[in-house]
């Protein structure tokens, strides 16, 4: 083997993929890749499983640049080791060709290539690569010593005497080739291996990663507290060459927050870093300093005021699981949230802020040490209702009744319109590997109707040949009609929307429209939530006919119960579901027709798109894909 690559990683399913296909490209083909992961909670594992990567795991608490290094470069087999960051992409296949070509001199310990910015790259950074890194081929004098990770190869013998110091926040690659510049050896910097380096920090992680740089700075003796002044002064210089780039390239109006806020936090970093104490870092800082776990939700701040933004996200406790969302289907229940027109938030059960979304399926990311028979990457849904278990009604079984309960992303708890949610073991249900995740995120409303046809059929009885009317040809109305065709009952679907109607007339259903003839039916399953749908229900209705109401909200409206009394009337209401709902709607699944429901997909950020298109009813359902 004449290569192995070692590649660091932490989070980066977003250009990790194309890495891998770029380096399996490589005119040296005779090279393998080993990502050492600090445990990511994304698809970076499994994607650089597909890749044919060789998987070495780390704990992030455990984690530096060193001995990240040191773990990969241990589990590597030749005897010069590629390094490069997970998010750079090399410009060409003869690139892992060209950084190793130094080590034909026998007396190289290093070599590193060029770094490039990208489109996507903030300007300063990208004029600094250029700055930084030229296109003349240098043996590295002492007197001018630099080297860089992020694209670079070691001899691994050399290595072996003297790994990567584990202790610093950074620069452990020039403190390495400081080492061994001063025995004699040679750093060649290498061009024509050039990759380009893409980050796409927040500005927190610009401020971090040059503050960390310039602690290890300080703890390798490369700069001083003294230096402060002159760091000061450079920066400023290259905020005005960044400025004068911008202007000649005609981007200095659209760029010019981001060129003073780059300056701004690097420097920033940078003098804060020199200015403290040389040596590690303050306790319980480094995992700051290194990670950034923040991920994209919809936080509503209160009624009509909901935006994207990032949020922290905190580590699974014990008996928790971290789930990565793949689809989350848009409810009226959301825009009730959203609006604040819900009644927990009247009755201050519910308050703001909070991330909407309880209609999901997603994969495990990662779980708590408590928490059994949940394996990353396992494909998953979460009920909605989560009661404490543990008070008098719940030991009944009557987990509504629960004063501690929590909805995901309704009442005390944020939910899936994220791209990561953290949720209880216990309400996690596995699914099985070869489930379509689309239609996986409709087993919370599937489960919603289960619960509430369970609580008809006891007053229907056994059997099927009742004659049932679904009204509403929404999602809680379809997957109602179709469990009850299945149960053999005689079912009617009435909607006043003809494309819907039609849809499910396709599916060999029974359809309507309004006016109809309520009084035909044994049973009325009302799915609207529509006030006025409700008292056409209840003053239409047949004696002795069973009303259940699954729609939401029917808001405030005046009507007589004499209907109800005078009549034999019955009114259940159902909301949520359990474990059993889930579980049964889980094997339910794949025999219903749920593709028309799965059929509208749209990116988290068009939210309020999404959200605009429920209330024009466009579609029967809209998935939003985190």
Same mark, same amino acid.
């Given at each position: 083997?004449?290569?192995?690559i070692?590649i660091?990683?932490f989070?980066e399913?977003?250009?990790?993929?194309?890495?891998?296909?770029?380096l399996?490209?490589?005119?040296?083909a005779?090279?393998?890749?080993?990502?050492v992961d600090?445990g990511?909670f994304d698809?970076t594992?499994?994607?650089?499983?597909?890749?044919?990567?060789?998987l070495?795991?780390?704990?992030?608490r455990?984690f530096?640049?060193?001995?990240?290094?040191?773990v990969?470069?241990?589990?590597?087999g !030749?005897a010069?080791?590629?390094?490069?960051?997970?998010?750079?992409e090399p410009?060409?296949?003869?690139?892992?060709?060209?950084?190793?070509?130094?080590?034909?001199?026998p007396r190289?310990a290093m070599?590193?290539g060029r770094?490039?910015?990208a489109?996507?790259?903030?300007?300063?950074?990208?004029?600094d690569?250029?700055r930084?890194?030229g296109?003349?081929?240098?043996?590295i004098?002492? =007197?001018?010593?630099?080297?860089?990770?992020?694209n670079s190869?070691?001899?691994?013998a050399?290595?072996?005497?003297t790994?990567?110091?584990e202790?610093l926040?950074?620069?452990?690659?020039?403190a390495?080739?400081?080492?061994?510049l001063a025995?004699g050896?040679?750093?060649?910097y290498?061009p024509?291996?050039?990759?380009?380096?893409?980050?796409e920090e927040?500005?927190?992680?610009?401020?971090?990663r040059?503050y960390?740089?310039?602690?290890a700075a300080?703890?390798?003796?490369?700069?001083?507290?003294?230096?402060l002044?002159?760091e000061?002064a @450079?920066e400023?210089?290259?905020l005005?060459?960044d400025?004068a780039?911008?202007a000649?390239?005609?981007?200095?109006?659209?760029?010019l927050r981001?060129?003073l806020?780059?300056?701004?936090?690097?420097?920033r970093g940078?003098l804060?870093?020199?200015?403290?104490?040389?040596g590690?870092?303050?306790?319980?800082?480094?995992?700051?300093i290194?990670f950034?776990?923040d991920?994209?939700?919809v936080?509503?701040k209160?009624?009509?005021?909901a935006?994207? #933004?990032?949020?922290?996200s905190v580590?699974?406790a014990p008996?928790e699981v971290?789930?990565?969302?793949?689809?989350?289907?848009?409810c009226g229940t959301?825009?009730?949230?959203?609006?604040?027109?819900?009644?927990?938030?009247?009755?201050?059960?519910?308050?703001?802020?909070?991330?909407?979304?309880?209609?999901?399926?997603?994969?495990v990311?990662a779980?708590?040490?408590? #928490?059994?028979g949940l394996?990353?990457g396992?494909p998953?849904?979460v009920?909605?209702?989560q009661s404490c278990?543990d008070?008098?009604p719940?030991r009944?079984?009557?987990f509504?009744?629960? =004063?501690r309960?929590?909805?995901?992303g309704v009442?005390?708890?944020?939910g899936?319109y994220?791209?990561?949610?953290r949720?209880?073991a216990?309400?996690?249900?596995r699914l099985?590997?070869d489930?379509d995740?689309?239609?996986?995120?409709?087993?919370e409303?599937?489960?919603?109707?289960l619960?509430?046809?369970?609580r008809l059929?006891k007053l229907l009885?056994?059997?099927?040949g009742?004659?049932?009317?679904?009204v509403?040809?929404g999602?809680?109305?379809?997957?109602a =009609?179709q469990?009850?065709q299945?149960?053999?009952?005689?079912v009617t679907?009435?909607?006043?929307?003809? !494309?819907r109607?039609?849809l499910?007339e396709?599916l060999?259903?029974?359809t309507d429209?309004?006016?109809?003839?309520?009084?035909?039916y044994? =049973?009325?399953?009302?799915?609207?939530?529509?006030p006025?749908?409700?008292?056409q229900?209840?003053?239409?209705?047949?004696?002795?006919c069973?009303?259940?109401l699954?729609?939401?909200?029917?808001?405030?409206?005046?009507?007589?119960?004499e209907?109800?009394?005078?009549?034999?009337?019955?009114?259940i209401?159902s909301?949520?579901s359990?474990a059993?709902?889930?579980a049964e709607?889980?094997?339910?699944?794949?025999?219903? !027709?749920?593709?028309?429901?799965?059929?509208?997909v749209m990116?988290?950020e068009?939210?309020?798109e999404a959200w605009?298109s429920f209330r024009? @009813?466009e579609k029967?359902k809209i998935?939003l894909?985190?």
């Amino acid at each position: 083997m004449r290569a192995s690559i070692v590649i660091r990683a932490f989070n980066e399913e977003k250009r990790i993929g194309r890495l891998l296909s770029l380096l399996r490209a490589q005119t040296l083909a005779d090279h393998e890749v080993i990502v050492v992961d600090s445990g990511s909670f994304d698809a970076t594992r499994e994607i650089a499983r597909s890749h044919g990567a060789r998987l070495v795991e780390i704990d992030s608490r455990d984690f530096t640049f060193g001995y990240s290094l040191n773990v990969g470069i241990r589990a590597a087999g !030749a005897a010069i080791v590629g390094i490069v960051s997970a998010h750079v992409e090399p410009l060409d296949e003869r690139w892992l060709e060209n950084l190793i070509a130094p080590f034909e001199d026998p007396r190289v310990a290093m070599s590193y290539g060029r770094q490039l910015g990208a489109p996507v790259s903030k300007l300063g950074e990208r004029l600094d690569f250029t700055r930084t890194f030229g296109a003349q081929r240098l043996r590295i004098p002492p =007197a001018a010593l630099f080297a860089n990770n992020a694209n670079s190869a070691i001899r691994r013998a050399l290595w072996e005497r003297t790994p990567f110091d584990e202790r610093l926040t950074g620069l452990e690659d020039i403190a390495w080739a400081q080492h061994w510049l001063a025995q004699g050896w040679s750093v060649i910097y290498e061009p024509a291996a050039a990759v380009r380096h893409i980050h796409e920090e927040t500005w927190a992680q610009v401020h971090h990663r040059y503050y960390r740089e310039a602690l290890a700075a300080r703890q390798i003796g490369m700069r001083r507290r003294a230096d402060l002044p002159a760091e000061a002064a @450079r920066e400023l210089w290259r905020l005005l060459g960044d400025l004068a780039a911008a202007a000649r390239s005609g981007e200095l109006r659209p760029r010019l927050r981001e060129i003073l806020l780059f300056r701004l936090h690097k420097a920033r970093g940078t003098l804060k870093g020199l200015a403290r104490a040389a040596g590690a870092d303050t306790p319980g800082k480094g995992d700051e300093i290194y990670f950034d776990r923040d991920y994209r939700a919809v936080l509503v701040k209160g009624p009509r005021r909901a935006s994207l #933004v990032r949020v922290e996200s905190v580590p699974p406790a014990p008996s928790e699981v971290l789930v990565r969302v793949a689809y989350v289907g848009v409810c009226g229940t959301d825009l009730e949230v959203a609006e604040g027109t819900l009644g927990y938030f009247h009755s201050g059960l519910a308050g703001y802020p909070i991330i909407p979304g309880h209609e999901f399926s997603g994969h495990v990311a990662a779980s708590g040490a408590r #928490v059994e028979g949940l394996q990353p990457g396992d494909p998953v849904v979460v009920e909605c209702i989560q009661s404490c278990h543990d008070c008098e009604p719940c030991r009944r079984g009557n987990f509504i009744a629960c =004063a501690r309960r929590r909805e995901l992303g309704v009442m005390r708890q944020d939910g899936a319109y994220a791209q990561y949610v953290r949720v209880p073991a216990r309400f996690v249900h596995r699914l099985p590997r070869d489930t379509d995740m689309k239609k996986a995120a409709l087993c919370e409303p599937l489960a919603v109707v289960l619960k509430g046809l369970r609580r008809l059929e006891k007053l229907l009885g056994a059997g099927g040949g009742a004659r049932c009317a679904v009204v509403g040809g929404g999602a809680i109305g379809w997957l109602a =009609a179709q469990v009850l065709q299945a149960r053999g009952q005689a079912v009617t679907l009435i909607e006043r929307d003809a !494309a819907r109607r039609a849809l499910l007339e396709g599916l060999g259903m029974r359809t309507d429209g309004p006016p109809a003839d309520l009084a035909r039916y044994d =049973a009325i399953i009302e799915a609207t939530g529509d006030p006025s749908a409700l008292q056409q229900a209840i003053a239409g209705s047949a004696p002795g006919c069973t009303l259940l109401l699954l729609g939401l909200p029917y808001a405030r409206h005046e009507f007589s119960f004499e209907h109800i009394v005078a009549f034999d009337k019955a009114v259940i209401g159902s909301v949520g579901s359990g474990a059993a709902d889930f579980a049964e709607a889980i094997s339910l699944l794949p025999s219903l !027709a749920l593709d028309p429901l799965t059929e509208a997909v749209m990116p988290l950020e068009a939210f309020g798109e999404a959200w605009a298109s429920f209330r024009r @009813r466009e579609k029967l359902k809209i998935l939003l894909a985190p």
